[in-house]
């Protein structure tokens, strides 16, 4: 079954302040949406609420992968289910290695009675860590423990690679990358682009969206979606910045405003 995904007026608060004011959208395996907008819209809180962060309170709407209620759902569920997010802000986690975690996160993932073998996972983890240009050694580091932006954003592709998602979020991948690493990340998603497979890529700058094309643009401005369009509406945002976003619809301060 080719995947859906659906945001339905979805709305989330943080310490009781309201910052996502009802969120439309729907995917379709195959495409690949971004979201782009200024800082403090409201991004990050959407990937957060999505994939169940306890600290995202989710007050309306409703969010569903393939008829099934996300929100529902508590946040290992929600990755066995095939939601994957690659933080802004990865967490480091001493005492635990790379390899066991993407190993446990894995199994995670393929259930109980149908975990992958040692030696299996280890040449699909060398293979893609290979094709990502990571140095081996980062398979036995603690997680993301001292890597720096762009290996930790490194290692959040290596992370969906594996894990073979249905529907993945990047938050900000491109930030703390330089052209080749920005490179290497854009291809490791462009291969993982299939017809069940959707995307939704946040990001602040057009920049990524040169090596991944979109096939649909959302802009997001005080905690809803805005503006959406094509391609081309990155390309104008590019050149033009926000402001005539912010003109078009009579919005003066885009952030999402104090309760
Ligand atoms: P963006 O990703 O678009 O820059 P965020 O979703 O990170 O925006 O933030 C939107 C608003 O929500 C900001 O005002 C921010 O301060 C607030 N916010 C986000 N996460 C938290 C949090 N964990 N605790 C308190 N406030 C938060
Ligand atoms: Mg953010």
Do not use: C
């Amino acid at each position: 079954m080719s995947t859906q995904f659906e945001i339905q007026g979805l709305k989330s608060s943080i310490e009781g302040k309201e910052i996502l004011k009802g969120i439309d959208l729907k995917i379709k395996g195959g495409e690949v949406h971004a979201i782009m907008g200024p800082n403090g819209t409201g991004k990050s809180t959407l990937a957060s609420a999505l994939m169940g962060h306890p600290k995202y309170e989710v007050t309306d709407g409703s969010v569903t992968l393939n008829g099934e209620d996300v929100l529902d759902m508590g946040v290992d569920e929600r990755a066995r289910a095939g939601l994957f997010l690659a933080m802004q802000y990865p967490s480091e986690i001493t005492g635990v290695t790379n390899a066991d975690f993407l190993r446990s996160a894995i199994n995670a993932r393929r259930g109980e009675g149908n975990e992958i073998s040692l030696i299996k996972f280890v040449r699909q983890m060398e293979g893609k860590m290979k094709e990502l240009e990571m140095n081996p050694e980062f398979m036995h580091r603690y997680l993301n423990e001292g890597f720096s932006g762009g290996e930790k954003k490194r290692n959040e592709i290596l992370q969906m690679l594996l894990l073979e998602p249905k529907l993945v979020i990047l938050d900000e991948i491109d930030s703390g990358l330089d052209i080749d690493a920005l490179r290497i990340v854009a291809e490791g998603v462009n291969a993982m682009r299939s017809e069940d497979r959707g995307f939704l890529i946040i990001t602040h700058y057009q920049r990524l969206l040169n090596y991944i094309t979109p096939d649909f643009v959302h802009v997001m401005m005080q905690g809803r979606i805005v503006k959406s369009g094509g391609p081309e509406l990155a390309t104008r945002l590019e050149a033009e910045g926000y402001d005539w976003v912010k003109e078009e619809l009579g919005i003066v301060d885009e952030t999402v405003g104090q309760a």
